[in-house]
C-alpha cells in the first residue's frame, strides 16, 4: 500500500505545478511537471508490480 500512498502525495504535490504551467504559462513549473510525469509512470509500474505479485502469491 506504500506504493499507492506515495504515488498519492506525488500528484497531490504536483498540482501547484501543473496549474502554474497550464495556467500561468510557466515554463520552469512544466518541467518540473514532466519530471513528476516521469516519477509517478515509475511508480505506477511498480505498484503493478507489486499488486500482480500479491496476487499470484495468494493463487498458489
Known amino acids: 500500500m506504500s506504493t499507492f500512498q506515495k504515488l498519492k502525495d506525488l500528484v ?3 498540482e501547484a505545478d501543473a496549474i502554474a504551467f497550464h495556467e500561468k504559462n510557466n515554463k520552469a513549473a512544466g ?3 514532466r519530471k513528476a510525469y516521469q ?3 515509475v511508480l505506477a ?4 508490480t507489486e499488486v500482480t505479485e500479491l496476487k499470484n502469491k495468494e493463487s498458489k
Open 31 to 33: 518541467t518540473r511537471l
Open 45 to 48: 509500474q511498480a505498484g503493478r
Open 39 to 41: 516519477e509517478i509512470k
Open 12 to 14: 497531490a504535490a504536483t
